[in-house]
């Protein structure tokens, strides 16, 4: 195809003939460019995963004490807390029970202490430290050995004339290497449940079940308070059910002894308590 371009002007005119430049070719795409190749600039910052705890002109010192005095290699642990991240420290205490951590920073610490496997310190230490600060922190430890048990009865409260299921969670408290204490259900042992209030109708003593659970069928003589104990390898322990109940309120007889694992309530698997003794 030819075109005419027809031009005028006050002197003449004239035509130009321009040719046609043929079929435009398509330009479009949908392909990604890869801008992989292409350096960018960097961009200045710092990354930071833990808080320095020093060097700097502040101190901590102190004393480690327990339920038979000075302790003596117990672990000092010592956060120095920056936002949602800390900076830590592990320090050792001394055969009089004495600890040190020099040239530290200022700021907000956090401390507590135990040493495994029966002393701890659950509560920790919180403060604001000063730049040039030296403070003294005596820490004290407690005894988490032994056992602790956790009763529960259904129904709660239990009815005078009525049966109840009594549950007694038997665990062996201990502090692990961390500091921390937990409770392992004790399995296998004999529990020997004794008292004032209740009528025994289940054999006694009893042994606590792979979940370190002991049960009794029981039933409550009187209105108000009960006074039971459980003894564990020698040692006794209070047990705390509610007080029995007015029988003119209460309900129906709860499952056997044979059901009443699955379809009454129970002490948590696995808990303990930590009340300091």
């Excluded at 949908?30 to 930071?48: E, H, N, P, Q």
């Excluded at 610490?109 to 600060?133: G, N």
Aim: net charge neutral.
């Amino acid at each position: 195809m030819t075109v005419l371009l027809v031009l005028s002007a006050c002197s003449g005119s004239g035509v130009i003939k321009i040719k046609d430049p043929g079929p435009v070719p398509d330009l479009t795409t949908t392909t990604a460019i890869d801008f992989s190749a292409i350096g960018l600039k960097g961009v200045s910052s710092r990354t930071t995963t833990s808080v320095p705890l020093g060097p700097g002109g502040a101190t901590l010192r102190g004393t480690v004490t327990g339920p038979d005095g000075a302790v003596e290699g117990a672990t000092v642990h010592v956060e120095r807390l920056v936002g949602p991240t800390a900076g830590a420290a592990d320090v050792a205490t001394a055969a009089d029970g004495t600890w040190t951590l020099p040239a530290i920073l200022g700021g907000r610490y956090r401390v507590r202490t135990w040493k495994a496997p029966e002393l701890a310190l659950t509560k920790p230490e919180i403060f604001f430290l000063e730049a040039r600060e030296t403070k003294k922190l005596d820490l004290r430890v407690d005894r988490y050995s032994g056992g602790s048990v956790t009763a529960s009865i259904a129904p709660d409260p239990p009815v005078v004339g009525q049966p109840a299921n009594l549950f007694v969670l038997v665990s062996a408290r201990t502090v692990d290497l961390g500091g921390v204490v937990r409770g392992t259900p004790a399995a296998g042992v004999t529990v020997d449940l004794s008292g004032t209030g209740f009528q025994l109708e289940s054999p006694n003593p009893t042994t606590t079940d792979s979940n370190g659970v002991a049960q009794w069928r029981v039933r409550c003589t009187t209105v108000g308070a009960t006074s039971l104990s459980v003894t564990v390898t020698g040692t006794s322990f209070p047990v705390t059910v509610p007080a029995c109940a007015d029988s003119s309120a209460g309900p129906s007889e709860p499952p056997t002894t044979a059901d009443a694992t699955t379809t009454t309530s129970r002490p948590t698997r696995g808990s303990t308590s930590t009340t300091r003794r």
